[in-house]
């Protein structure tokens, strides 16, 4: 997969680095774990590994991308999208 995007609910679109604290992670390595997956469920399990501030589940995929969601510690909603 590849492209990794997050947006907020509304479908503004946000950082990867909203994703991390500090040294805990790196855009880089959010990238890697996007292109190391094949499928929605690969890369449910590729981020979660990851030392991210919440954890992931697939929202919805189609033959041209695959879309994740989270909730943050606050109940914000974010969507995580990679290209196929």
């Not at 479908?11 to 040294?23: A, N, Q, R």
């Not at 992670?25 to 399990?45: N, R, Y």
């Not at 954890?55 to 995580?80: M, N, P, Q, W």
Request: charged share 25%; aromatic share 10%.
């Amino acid at each position: 997969m590849k492209n990794p995007e997050i947006m907020n609910r509304n479908g503004v679109p946000e950082s990867l680095t909203i994703m991390f604290h500090k040294d805990n992670c790196s855009v880089i390595a959010i990238q890697d774990a996007t292109e190391e997956s094949l499928t929605g469920a690969e890369l449910v399990a590729n981020l979660n590994q990851l030392r991210l501030f919440s954890k992931f589940r697939l929202d919805r995929e189609t033959s041209e991308y695959a879309r994740l969601v989270t909730t943050d510690c606050f109940g914000d909603i974010h969507y995580f999208k990679a290209w196929k």
